[in-house]
């Protein structure tokens, strides 16, 4: 109890009685209070449950000490609905406190009411009840049921409902005790509880559960109170545990052997197997399956799948393998299934289903089916063994003992000779004549014991070899022949024939001539050992040798040799021929265009043998040689034979190249033509001219430094350096803020305009060709700054190639260019095409960025357009551009053309074969193999020419001196190499002109060609030059043979008595591929009368693999971003080959990392065709393989490192929350601010500025 003074004194007169003061007592405690009335305060405690009329305290033990009898209380609680005049009975004249009736501390645990004297003294009483233990603790229900995995993993928690008691302090909820019910002593618990203050009841599981051993558990959870003596509550638990699969199945046997007969059908029952699974539901349900990746993969058993009964599903074969060993699996149908395996062995048993084998060892020479017509009887020809697959003692008569061996055919030439089990030897058994038969059909029958037994069957072609026993015959003893005394060297006189009755094609019937007799007979002819024909071997002279005769002798090349002999008579007939004769077949001059009429560019020479006016040489163009306006452009000096120029030829506008003919006719009336072919050299005589004369362009003020503006195009009609064209900006107010490429044209900013006020720049671009020929007019560009930030949209490459057919339609895809637009923008992106294009061949999809074609196309006008295409943003003012160079492909769409469709040419009898006659020559105005002309003559009828293919020189190939027919006309057709060919023709009549004839001394060719490998050795021939004379009255002297020195000679000799041309050092194709000499050849006589006679050698250099492709950079290095979608191409590999064709034509290989690229063989184009992760592998290192299509191939490698940047492409991430799942954490109350709860941390994969992670805390 305790008191304490509040405020002062009430002051009042003598005090009220009776329900005067019950009344009186609110107004007297709101005056008091009003007033300085002192407040005391009394404190008292009651407990809980006592009996009604227990004494609880006296209100005047709340007045101060000495106080006087306060003569009666006013209460606070005067009303009877009161809640402490219902529990309480306060005297108010004593003041004595007792409790009404038992109180309930859970149903009022305070009271509170005031008292006062009348001396105007408050009294502020408290009353406590305090707490007595009347409650136990209770669970909200009796009983619970919980279901629990069997496979739930000790620690696991169950959240229980707690026990509450309405008791406060130590009377409430102490503790929990756990009981179980039916659990067996000395066994460790399976449950525990935890508990604590705040934290919830958990049912702790300590071990595994197995539902297979108990299914159910039954526990008891007790809570008590601090009371003494201790109430307590309980809770009944039920746990019930789940199934799961955690048992495998359990094969009866961990092996199974079983027996099958071979010839089993299939679908026959072999064994069944039985697993169990103590595991309820699909979790013990079984299925069995045969592994087929451990056994069995053909397929040849199948197992039931709910019995188990395995069974055979195909044919079995013992020989082929005779025991089967199967891993069976048994599985239960878990959402993860259980999986255990048996293994069933199945033995084949067999039977006699295989026929005997028979096998031959040949025992000959030749080790074949071949035996000598000289083998004599007993001589082995071959071993035979047989055998038979079957086991011995099988079922059904058994397998290998006991087989029979018969031979059938031969007539008794073959016979069997038995040594051992199942082996026998071929013997020959009479005599052998291949002449009277060669050829032998034989049969071996095997028959084996079985029952039923079987057979097999195997022929033998036994062919007779030959002996060398027939000599060569001749068909007659005596052959005669007549040949011209002016017939060249090599010509053929006639042809012998000797037949030997040996095998064909053997070397005992393969004969060999030879010519045996007069020496001088034999200086003179030849024959070809292999074909017996009969040629001259040096010049004839009926005057000097009319007859020769020889004896032809014919051997064979068996062992040992036979041969045979007759007898050959040649008689010499006379002929008379002499003409003039040109120092060269072709000539060859240039002019360079616009040379003064008049000018002389090469003067051709004819000699002539003959004497007096037959000797004298009158020359001219032949007028029906081509076109006649061709040959209007040049004149020759019917004299001296100088040809001169006559009009003036353009380049540009004219031919590039004059084809001639010049005849030289002597005295008599015999001539000689040669060929002049002049080629018009370029000069630069023409000036740039820029496609357009004004360029406009717009970029922003904020375009970077290193873009492109535009791009200029200048074009010039002269050839190889006059027409290259060379750019340069002309210096300007602006001209310093730009740059332009000197070769294409393409103009870069250098600097950046942000600071720049002006609204448009002006730039001149001049243009120069490699002769310094400026352009007649520069071009004016005129570039408009916008003054905008927006970013243009920027392509994704700088220069675009694509390439189109000529044919193709209008409306026809050529490419598309594409631009990339600004992040964040939302602006389209439209194209359009600013230059190049004057013609309008072309469009482009303002939306898609497709290029079209819009007119027919023409590779001969254009065969390349070079494009200027802008991208524009939205409706921004920027503008981006880009080149697209487009190759018009050339199709076959022109025929060759002849200049004229006929022609004549009038030639000697006496020509030599060999002699050209005629240069057929057409144009066609394609390119490539379109363009690329090859010759024939068309005609039907036999006649005594040939063209050359590529060069169209129409050549004699046999003499026509004897002929009757005095004209021929020639059908030459002209066909290109496109697909399909196209055909021109020219009719062409030879008039055959007869001539008196002169000595003279000529090549047997006008023109020597041959083709040499650069990897040659020096000191091999390369080709014999042969020259003989025509003066059928003179007596030919020793021929002296040489070349004329010259760059391309010096590496070549010649042998002056043969004319064996010989290599004297390496060629090397990489620096010439063509040497062009000419090759001299003189008598012996004196100056005065020697003859001379020159040819022309042209040797075609062949290129050999001598060179290895070699890469332009030893490591290539290459970026690229990460991204969802493969980027397509990465970058170009390049590598050269010094070597031509195939041997310079590249292919290019990837030898490492397919997975994320491939590669380009043809172009080295890495490109990505998998989407890269820089978080999976930020580095990529490539091996790249070039090699040349040489015979043998030469290679190279090169290291590739392509670098993926990085692109914020992943979100940052708390590894210690689950994906999807909040980051839950505890702490205690009443923790003071600053106290640190946890750290966390969070992960982002990216790099660099994209994978630094800020931390902030959101509220909501």
Not at 402 to 424: H, K, Y
């Amino acid at each position: 109890m305790a008191r304490r003074q509040r405020g002062g004194r009430c002051r009042g007169g003598g005090p009220p009685t009776g329900r005067a003061l019950a009344l009186l007592v609110p107004l007297w405690l709101c005056a008091a209070c009003g007033g300085t009335a002192p407040v005391y305060n009394l404190s008292l405690t009651v407990d809980e449950g006592l009996p009604a009329e227990t004494l609880v305290g006296d209100i005047r033990a709340g007045l101060p000490p000495g106080a006087g009898p306060p003569g009666g209380f006013l209460l606070s609680e005067g009303s009877g609905e009161s809640a402490v005049l219902a529990d309480f009975h306060v005297h108010p004249e004593t003041g004595v406190i007792r409790t009404a009736r038992r109180l309930d501390r859970e149903r009022r645990a305070r009271y509170s009411f005031a008292a006062a004297t009348l001396r105007g003294e408050v009294v502020q009483v408290e009353i406590a009840v305090t707490d007595v233990n009347d409650h136990p603790p209770r669970f909200p229900r009796d009983n619970l049921q919980l279901n629990i995995s069997e496979l739930s993993p000790p620690g696991t928690a169950f959240r229980l409902p707690a026990a509450r008691d309405p008791d406060a302090g130590r009377f409430g909820t102490q503790g929990y005790a756990l009981l179980e019910e039916g659990s067996a002593a000395g066994e460790p618990p399976l449950f525990q509880l935890r508990y604590g203050r705040p934290e919830p009841l958990e049912l702790v599981l300590l071990q595994r559960l197995d539902r297979e051993r108990a299914d159910a558990h039954r526990l008891v959870v007790e809570a008590w109170d601090g009371g003494s003596p201790r109430r307590r509550g309980r809770l009944r638990v039920s746990v019930r545990v789940l199934d799961e699969n955690d048992n495998a199945p359990a094969f009866s046997r961990s092996e199974y052997w079983a027996r099958l007969r071979e010839d089993a059908p299939p679908g026959t029952s072999i064994c069944r197997l039985r697993a169990t699974d103590p595991d309820l539901g699909p979790n013990g349900e079984v299925r069995y399956s045969i592994n087929r990746r451990q056994s069995d993969p053909d397929g040849y058993f199948a197992v039931e799948e709910r019995s188990g009964v395995l069974r055979l599903s195909r044919p079995l074969d013992r020989e082929a393998r005779a025991l089967h060993r199967l891993v069976l699996e048994a599985r239960d149908g878990g959402a993860q299934p259980e999986v255990s395996s048996a293994l069933v062995s199945v033995s084949v048993l067999d039977v006699n289903d295989n026929r005997p084998a028979i096998r031959l060892l040949y025992l000959t020479e030749s080790g074949g089916p071949w035996v000598s017509e000289g083998a004599r009887p007993g001589d082995y020809v071959a071993r035979v063994s047989v055998s038979d697959a079957d086991e011995e003692g099988a079922e059904e008569g058994g397998g290998g003992g006991g087989i029979a061996l018969a031979l059938l055919g031969g007539d008794g030439a073959f016979a069997l000779r038995p040594s051992g089990v199942g082996i026998f030897f071929l013997c020959v058994a009479g005599p052998l004549d291949r002449e009277t038969r060669d050829l032998y059909e034989l049969r071996l029958v095997a028959t084996d014991g079985g029952a039923p037994p079987l057979s097999a069957e195997e022929p033998l072609l036994l062919r007779v070899a030959d002996l060398n026993d027939e000599a060569p015959a001749f068909p007659q003893p005596h052959y005669r022949a007549a040949v011209s005394e002016a017939a060249s060297p090599g010509t053929a006189v006639l042809r012998l024939s000797a037949s030997d009755a040996d095998e064909p094609g053997s070397p005992n019937a393969e004969v060999r001539y030879a010519l045996e007799g007069d020496p001088a007979a034999l200086a003179l002819l030849r024959i070809d050992a292999r074909s017996g024909a009969v040629s001259t071997r040096a010049r004839l002279d009926r005057e000097r040798q009319a007859a020769l005769e020889l004896r032809v002798v014919a051997r064979d090349g068996g062992h040992p040799q036979r041969a045979a002999a007759c007898r050959l008579s040649v008689r010499v007939e006379d002929a008379n021929d002499n003409e003039p004769r040109f120092e060269r077949q072709v000539y060859r001059g240039r002019l360079p265009e616009h040379a003064a009429p008049g000018r002389c560019l090469l003067q051709v020479k004819a000699t002539d043998a003959d004497a007096d006016q037959f000797g004298e040489i009158e020359y001219f163009l032949y007028d029906g040689f081509h076109y006649y306006e061709k040959s209007k452009a040049f004149q020759i000096d019917p004299r001296t034979g100088q040809i001169c120029v006559s009009q003036d030829i353009d380049r540009e506008g004219d031919p590039t190249t004059y084809d001639l003919l010049v005849k030289a006719t002597d005295g008599g009336g015999l001539s000689a033509q040669a060929f002049v072919r002049i080629e018009i050299e370029d000069i630069n005589d023409n000036h740039p001219v820029f496609e357009q004369a004004v360029y406009v362009t717009s970029i922003s003020s904020h375009t970077k430094p290193g873009t492109e503006i535009i791009n200029v195009v200048a074009t010039d009609r002269d050839s190889g350096i006059y027409g290259a064209v060379m750019y340069e900006l002309v210096p300007g107010e602006f001209s310093s803020f730009f740059t332009v490429d000197a070769s294409t044209g393409s103009i870069y900013l250098i600097s950046a305009l942000g600071h720049l006020t002006r609204s448009v720049l002006f730039l001149t671009v001049s243009a120069r060709d490699g002769g310094g020929l400026p352009s007649a007019t520069n071009a004016a560009i005129t570039v408009n700054i916008l003054q905008t930030a927006l970013a243009p949209a920027i392509f994704e490459r700088s220069r675009y190639a694509f390439s189109v057919p000529e044919d193709a339609p209008e409306d026809s895809p050529v490419g598309t260019v594409k631009a990339r637009e600004p992040p964040d923008s939302l602006e389209a992106v439209s194209y359009r095409i600013s230059s190049g294009d004057p013609h309008g061949k072309f469009s482009i999809d303002p939306q898609f960025g497709v290029i079209r074609t819009q007119k027919q196309l023409d590779h001969e006008t254009q065969s390349v357009a070079v494009l200027t295409v802008q991208s524009q943003l939205g409706n921004s003012p920027v503008y981006s551009s880009t080149q697209v160079n487009i190759s018009v492909i050339d199709i076959n769409d022109n025929p060759p053309v002849f200049l004229t469709r006929s022609d004549k040419v009038t030639i000697s009898h006496t020509q030599p074969p060999g002699t050209a006659v005629y240069i057929a020559h057409a144009e066609d105005k394609d390119s490539g193999l379109n363009g690329a002309i090859k010759y024939s003559i068309a005609s039907k009828q036999s006649n005594p020419f040939s063209i050359d293919p590529s060069l169209g020189v129409v050549n004699l190939t046999r003499t026509v001196f004897a002929d009757k027919q005095r004209e021929y006309t020639l059908h030459i057709a002209a066909e290109d190499c496109g697909s399909p060919p196209l055909t021109s023709f020219l009719m062409l009549t030879v008039i055959i002109e007869e001539q008196k004839m002169g000595p003279t001394l000529v090549f047997q060719n006008l023109v020597y060609q041959v083709e040499i490998s650069e990897a040659t050795s020096p000191g091999a021939r390369i080709l014999q030059v042969k020259a003989h004379s025509l003066d059928l009255h003179s007596v030919t002297s020793k021929l002296t043979y040489s070349l004329e020195p010259s760059t391309d000679s010096i590496a070549f000799g010649i042998n002056s008595d043969t004319g064996w041309l010989y290599l004297r050092k390496h060629l090397n194709y990489e620096c010439t591929q063509i040497l062009s000499f000419r090759a001299l050849v003189s008598t012996s006589e004196d100056e005065n009368l020697r003859q001379n006679a020159s040819t022309s050698v042209i040797v075609n250099v062949l290129d050999e693999n001598d060179n290895p492709p070699v890469f332009m950079c030893e490591s290539f290095f290459f970026e690229m971003e990460e991204n969802p979608v493969p980027r397509g191409v990465v970058g170009t590999i390049t590598a050269v080959d010094k070597d031509s064709g195939r041997n310079g034509q590249l292919s290019y290989f990837l030898l490492s990392d397919g997975k994320y690229f491939k590669m380009n063989s043809n172009t080295g184009e890495i490109i990505n065709w998998v989407a890269l992760d820089r978080e999976k592998q930020a580095h990529h290192q490539l091996t790249v393989l070039v090699t040349d299509h040489g015979s043998p191939r030469l290679n190279a490698t090169a290291a590739v490192y392509i670098t993926v940047r990085d692109l914020n492409d992943n979100r940052p991430f708390f590894p210690q929350a689950a994906p999807g799942h909040g980051l839950h954490l505890k702490v205690l109350e009443g923790q003071p601010p600053g106290t640190l709860i946890t750290t966390v941390f969070a992960k982002d994969p990216d790099s660099g500025n994209n994978g630094v992670v800020l931390y902030s805390i959101d509220s909501g």
